[in-house]
Nanobody, 118 residues
Framework: QVQLVESGGGLVQAGGSLRLSCAAS????????MGWYRQAPGKQRELVAR???????NYADSVKGRFTISRDNPKNTVYLQMNSLKPEDTAVYLC????????????WGQGTQVTVSS
């Protein structure tokens, strides 16, 4: 079994910062990309940022310059530093890990709420 445990969400004022963490544990092998998605009420899930094992990151246009994704490979942990938060960043943030030996599997965290007040 694979578990993704997220932490770091909460309530913050506009302009503030939060740091999300997601640690993968269990029978997980050959972790490839790690990333964060978000889903706001009434909206589709969208990619926020993801990072490869080599450290190559890509971001949604809406968060470029404000969010930074990083990972600790030995710990199978991914982080999302969110600065200059805006009310439109309010959503449930979900961690995603793609891993596998013969084929790839997508694993998801339970989600952590981020609320940005104006």
């Amino acid at each position: 079994q694979v578990q993704l445990v997220e932490s770091g969400g909460g309530l913050v004022q506009a302009g503030g910062s939060l740091r999300l963490s997601c640690a993968a544990s269990g029978s997980i092998f050959r972790v490839k990309t790690m990333g964060w998605y978000r889903q706001a009420p009434g909206k589709q899930r969208e990619l926020v940022a993801r990072i490869t094992g080599d450290g190559i990151a890509n971001y949604a246009d809406s968060v470029k310059g404000r969010f930074t994704i990083s990972r600790d490979n030995p710990k199978n942990t991914v982080y999302l530093q969110m600065n200059s938060l805006k009310p439109e960043d309010t959503a449930v943030y979900l961690c995603n890990v793609r891993a596998g030996v013969i084929r790839d599997y997508d694993y998801w965290g339970q989600g952590t709420q981020v609320t940005v007040s104006s």
